[in-house]
């Protein structure tokens, strides 16, 4: 890669990069997987850089390479054997009522299926348009308006059954 690629390489990814892991959480729900999705999709976005640089939406190009190597993880053998802790170590302080509402947001993300998680995130988180959507994950845009639908229909379930 040409010294000029390079750099501009490095600046895509750094002005991207704690957008990409907050998005990556989303979907992931769990931060270590999500840095491992961002490592994958960054070396695949280096490895095609000469055709990412010239894609008419480098950002939307980046957020398709991201969700399928997330979609990649989930098709994984291991993935369904792990089974993360849903208890936290206490804190030595008080927690901030921020991280509290982060927690609530992460749980109702975590009661969706990955489909309807994945098109929530990318639609309203992302604010990628259903066709957009649909070319990321590689579904039609109808399947994205009623995965959009019964997504958001579960969530206020789950949030009226909490309040």
Known sequence: MRRADEEDFNAFVAERMDRW?????????????ADDVVSVSVAKLYR??????????RDAYAQRVLTRCWL???????????????????AAGAVPETVTDR????????SLAPRQRAVLVLRFYLDYSVEETARMLGISAGTVKSQSARGLANLRTAVSGHF
């Open 72 to 90: 990649d993880e989930r098709r994984r053998p291991w993935h369904n054997r792990e089974q993360p802790s849903a208890a936290v170590p206490e």
């Open 48 to 57: 095609s850089w000469r055709k990412v640089s010239r894609a008419d939406n």
């Open 21 to 33: 892991r907050r998005s990556a959480y989303l979907l992931c729900q769990d931060w270590h997987t």
């Open 103 to 110: 927690d609530g947001l992460a749980t109702l993300l975590r």
